[in-house]
């Protein structure tokens, strides 16, 4: 194992006082990374007066076995092995002197295997974004990306149900999935809620779903709402001769009583039930066992994430929240839209997407994939593309999020002039029309309109779907984009 | 009769289209063929959502890569069961995937009756759902 010039050795480094990180060992820019190392990359802002090599080190030290001053029981330990390394530290492009942002700069870090318990995303990220986020070296630091061993995702079940199974069991294959949103998200009783999901689904959607903070309120106690939704899944079902599923939050203030919940979900034949992210990392694994256990697809609302990943200079990447996801277990998550109301660059979500579905994604810095990641048989999520989209922009929908997603039109359906069935049935016609032109080799970026156009000739709840949302759309400029293009090292 | 969009069985992906065209269906098998994709022809007259095996009319065409052979295949299964449901369907054999990755309705019986929701009252306000398909009364093989 080679070692940095700089770091102290022997009793030199173990005498009281403070030392730099980067004498303490945790700054090795010769070190050789080993397949069971998890990887990260952090970008970090230092502060005023702190080298960047220093200031990795010290990320790589406080994430870690480091603590301020330095100890001598660090001596009784094989501390080297356990201690993270900080490898390399480029300076990010298009920040710094003569740029509207401060120097930052991209800090890679190998930890050895051995510092993290297996299927556990706490123990995971108690680590990786710990206190190391509140340290004084840094202004500001966020996670980019991981790489994380085969070894180490072996030890995770990973999607309770996965990609391939959820469309075995709802037989529905080669075209995105639909699904919508009942709104308004709080007040309705739950007859009223019900009537909703009867509507889209009869129309022509696979799913309904509750929104994240539909959970059991004085309007509407979840038992009610679990009763009349089933109902209208079922009746629904009668009605189209398909599978169809509304996904109940089952989210609650423990563990045990999302169970009893989920539970009440599956007494009553419902295929899918929901969580929030807000629940957290451990009851996220417990329900993914849960619903594994229980043949249920586990639906993720990533409700809460943008506090942390929405801010390009602090935080985490969302990206990194897609695979301590698919480690955790759930088999949906919303990624974004690119064209819906919701912040995302398409090669940005783009990398999210690979993320969820790919069973090896190589590095790809245009989309922000910072590392090759071998995804060790772990099943697929699906993602859930949600938030101010319609059915004219179905072309668009189809390039940029392929075929594997869950698009879900909430506004988009229950807004339509003629009623929910209509706004359904509008938007699974623009669907299969345009998944037909794509099969046909039609090229949808271009024509997209006009196919919608000519399907809307003989469907006439897509002639006023379109009519209604013709000139909708969301262009504002993403806060968050990859930062790659005159890294000299990335391609090393 | 079913009131439902079209009044007709909505599963595969094409349900809410007009009825797909020779040419229309040889193009599909264009696409299915060019990703690799293994065809099979299916039929039923039991068209209950969960009933998954429907009867194969011939293995999948694991080796047949010409169109418009495929489309003789689907042809054939129509003129034998020309009042069944009759579905197109594509396997993938790639790492990851290994399953049905297209599939498609391409007959249909004349008259679609679909089905009924059988509700049973249980304990407090549990309902046990059965979905019931009108058709499947009578034996197979006389049902549409």
């Given at each position: 194992m080679g070692k940095s010039e700089t770091?102290?050795?022997g009793k030199e480094r173990y005498k009281s006082g403070v030392i730099p990180y980067k004498k303490m060992g945790y700054w090795e820019p010769d070190y050789k990374i080993k397949d069971t190392d998890v990887l990260a990359m952090f970008r970090m802002t230092?502060?005023?007066?702190?080298?960047?090599d220093e200031c990795a080190a010290a990320v790589a030290g406080e994430s870690s076995t480091a603590t301020w001053t330095v100890v001598w029981t660090d001596r009784l330990t094989a501390c080297e092995m356990y201690r993270a390394k900080a490898y390399r530290v480029d300076p990010v492009p298009n920040t710094g002197p003569g740029t509207k942002t401060e120097q930052q700069y991209f800090a890679y870090i190998a930890y050895d295997l051995d510092l993290f318990e297996g299927n556990s995303i706490a123990n995971l990220t108690a680590s990786i974004i710990g206190n190391v986020f509140g340290m004084k070296a840094v202004k500001a630091l966020r996670l980019e990306d991981m790489r994380i061993p085969v070894a180490y995702l072996k030890t995770f079940q990973g999607p309770a149900t996965g990609v391939i199974v959820e469309r075995e069991r709802m037989d529905k294959f080669g075209r995105p999935l639909l699904g919508a949103t009942t709104k308004p998200k709080l007040g309705l009783s739950g007859r009223n809620y019900g009537r909703v999901v009867y509507e889209a689904l009869k129309g022509g959607l696979d799913f309904m779903k509750d929104d994240e903070n539909i959970n059991s309120q004085a309007f509407m106690h979840w038992r009610d709402r679990f009763l009349y939704c089933m109902d209208a899944v079922n009746k629904a079902s009668a009605a189209t001769g398909e599978v169809k599923g509304h996904y109940m939050n089952v989210t609650a203030g423990t563990v045990e009583e999302m169970i009893a919940r989920a539970e009440f979900a599956k007494s009553l034949g419902s295929i899918i039930v929901m969580i929030d992210l807000v629940i957290g990392y451990s009851a996220i694994q417990s329900m993914a066992i849960w619903a594994r256990k229980n043949d249920m697809i586990l639906h993720l609302h990533r409700a809460g994430n943008s506090t942390y990943s929405r801010q390009k200079n602090h935080g985490m990447s969302f990206r990194v929240i897609c695979k301590w996801m698919r480690m955790a277990g759930v088999d949906h998550i919303h990624a974004g839209t690119v064209v819906g109301k919701l912040e995302g660059d398409p090669l940005m979500i783009r990398g999210y997407y690979d993320t969820l579905l790919d069973t090896h994604t190589p590095m790809q810095l245009e989309k922000g994939i910072f590392f090759e990641q071998d995804w060790a048989s772990l099943n697929k999520v699906m993602p859930v593309a949600s938030g101010g989209i319609h059915a004219g922009q179905m072309h668009q929908l189809l390039h940029y999020l392929g075929e594997d997603v869950v698009l879900q039109f909430g506004g988009g359906t229950i807004g339509h002039p003629m009623g929910i069935q209509a706004g359904a049935t509008a938007n699974r016609t623009a669907l299969e029309v345009m998944i037909q032109a794509r099969n046909e080799g039609r090229d949808i970026w271009n024509e997209g309109p006009q196919i919608l156009a000519d399907a809307a000739k003989w469907c006439s709840p897509l002639k006023a779907g379109l009519e209604t949302w013709k000139d909708i759309s969301f262009n504002y400029e993403s806060t968050d984009s990859p930062d790659f293009v005159s890294t000299a090292t990335a391609s090393a | 009769m079913m009131t439902n969009h079209g009044n007709r069985v909505t599963q595969g992906q094409f349900s809410f289209l007009p009825d797909l065209t020779d040419a229309q269906i040889t193009a599909q098998i264009k696409y299915a063929l060019s990703k690799g994709w293994a065809l099979s022809v299916e039929y039923t007259d039991d068209p209950h959502p969960r009933n998954t095996y429907w009867e194969m009319y011939g293995m999948p065409m694991f080796d047949l890569k010409d169109p418009a052979g495929i489309l003789m295949e689907v042809n054939n299964c129509r003129k034998t069961f020309p009042n069944h449901y009759i579905r197109l369907s594509t396997f993938s054999s790639v790492r990851g995937v290994e399953?049905?990755?297209?599939?498609?309705?391409?007959?249909?019986?004349?008259?679609?009756?679909?089905?009924?929701?059988?509700?049973?009252?249980?304990d407090g306000r549990m309902i046990r759902y059965t979905i019931h398909s009108y058709a499947t009364d009578k034996p197979e093989g006389e049902r549409y």
């Open positions: 770091m102290k050795e230092p502060q005023e007066g702190v080298e960047p | 399953s049905v990755t297209m599939s498609f309705i391409v007959n249909r019986p004349k008259k679609e009756p679909g089905f009924g929701l059988v509700r049973q009252e249980t």
